[in-house]
């Protein structure tokens, strides 16, 4: 998500209120003293993400929207499995109205307070059991505010809407687990408007026609992905299909008043892909492509999964940052927000890279130029750890994504070309579909290379706060 250098708002330091007024209340929403999973994970960040007590395997969201009035009707099938005994669980909904909430084919009470929904099931859910809970709701999505100034959620466009859900989005149109550390398979069916188009991750499994003359899709995401990452894009899109050398599928939505500039850049993304998969190993997922909105739809790219969001045409290296995000953040998925440089700093690095091998600056230059005047340009290059942000509205600055790469170079160096490439495939496919944290990056290169020294890397570049000194 390149949001601090080509499409991102500036990082003023903006209150985020996520605690949301509550919409509604069950009647019977009264607490029992049983077992509650925790109504939050204390992420560093974003402390009221996401939920404890269980696990989510599969999403299946049933959702109607037109643009009109804004109106969003939704049915979301949650399976789950249950980590804890549990009487009571929460799932994370900001706004919208709740209208009936099943467990296991039975009315469950609940109660709402900010954006936290408390389902009470009808019969406590012993540890391990797999359940389904089924919350109907409606209402007009609405847009929530990062830390950061930046904009997420439901976003309106000038011929539908636009989700996009890091880091909280996600849980302004569908109740969930919204935190990275809890990965589901999804299955999304959105009906639109006669006329308008519906794009979300993985397959598209059917397209049809409803009786009264509106557009149903239904797309399937079978690889596991963070809520973050899950998108729905309504609009009015020229599609093309296409597929690389390898035979992966490439599915391409562009907004028709974007379709010539974007053409000469999107037609090259089959080539990115396949020289992804060499750098970085396997591409994990069955498909790939793009959503391309107007200008000032969003106010940043996204590495939504399968296809990353662009709000008007990108350039050719913010293209391969989303490209490469798909290994880094959408397979290897941060454990938590402090961990959000391993997202960004590979990425970046992917523009190096590229930009190498394309016969531009070598990431040697690049990464000298930026030791040496990058201040110049970027004035908070020094003013924080990548690996350690200082507040919630600083996840998206420049150290993490610059210094980020910085730490990756020096990796690079101190192996060697040959080692560093087997050291990048090999953290991809060990962590393939999974999540991660720094600890468990800075152990496996420590593992993979264990003749070298990486202690002034992690204790200057990625721990450090100040600048650097110069390596010997």
């Known amino acids: 998500m390149p949001r601090f250098v080509r499409l991102g708002p500036p990082a003023a ?142 976003l309106r466009t000038a011929d539908g809407a636009l989700a996009l859900g890091e880091p909280t989005g996600s849980m302004a149109w569908f109740p969930g687990n919204h935190h990275p550390s809890d990965k589901a398979s999804y299955d999304v069916e959105v009906t639109v408007p006669k006329g308008l188009t519906a794009v ?20 399937h995401t079978a690889e596991p ?53 060499d750098t970085f190993g396997p591409y994990p997922f069955s498909s790939t492509g793009a959503i391309v909105d107007r200008p000032g739809d969003a106010g940043y790219a996204l590495e939504t999964q399968n296809r990353p969001v662009y709000p008007g045409a990108p350039d050719l290296v913010t293209l391969v940052h989303e490209s490469a995000h798909q290994w880094f953040g959408d397979s290897v998925t941060p454990k938590s927000w402090q961990d959000m440089w391993l997202n960004e700093g590979f990425a970046t690095y992917a523009e190096w890279l590229w930009t190498e091998d394309e016969g531009g600056a070598t990431a040697e230059q690049t990464f000298n130029d930026l030791y040496d005047h990058g201040e110049d340009e970027y004035d908070d290059l020094w003013s924080f750890a990548p690996a350690k942000p200082t507040t919630a509205a600083h996840i998206s600055d420049t150290p993490v994504y610059l210094r980020g790469a910085m730490v990756i170079h020096r990796i690079r160096q101190t192996v060697g070309d040959d080692a560093f490439h087997d050291l990048v495939q090999g ?30 890397i992690w204790s200057d570049w990625l721990y450090g706060a100040a600048k650097p000194p110069r390596r010997p």
């Open 13 to 154: 330091l903006l209150a985020l209120a996520l605690t949301l007024t509550a919409c509604d209340s069950s009647k019977d929403g009264s607490r029992d003293g049983g077992r509650h999973g925790a109504s939050g994970l204390g992420d560093r960040y974003f402390p009221k993400a996401g939920n404890g007590g269980y696990d989510v395997s599969h999403y299946g969201l049933t959702l109607a929207y037109t643009p009109d009035g804004n109106r969003l009707t939704g049915t979301a099938v949650i399976t789950a499995r249950a980590t804890e005994d549990l009487t009571a669980f929460n799932l994370d909904l900001a706004g919208m109205k709740v209208e009936k909430v099943t467990v296991g084919g039975g009315t469950a009470a609940y109660d709402r307070d900010g954006q936290e929904l408390t389902i009470r099931p009808p019969t406590p859910l012993p540890k391990g059991t797999t359940f389904k809970a089924e919350v109907r709701y409606s209402g007009s999505p609405r847009t929530i505010t990062d830390p950061d100034g930046s904009k997420e959620g439901w």
């Open 200 to 219: 979300s991750n993985g397959e598209l499994k059917s397209e049809r026609t409803t009786a009264d003359g509106r557009s149903t899709f239904t797309w």
């Open 427 to 456: 953290w991809t496919a060990a962590h393939r579909h999974a999540n991660a944290d720094t600890a468990a990056f800075t152990a496996y290169v420590e593992k993979a290379a264990p003749d070298a020294d990486f202690d002034d």
């Open 225 to 277: 992905m963070a809520s973050y990452l899950a998108t729905v894009a309504i609009g009015r899109y020229k599609v093309t299909r296409s597929a690389t050398t390898d035979g992966l599928p490439v599915y391409v939505a562009v907004d028709p008043t974007q379709t010539a500039a974007s053409s000469k850049v999107l037609a090259r993304l089959p080539e990115i892909m396949d020289w992804a998969a």
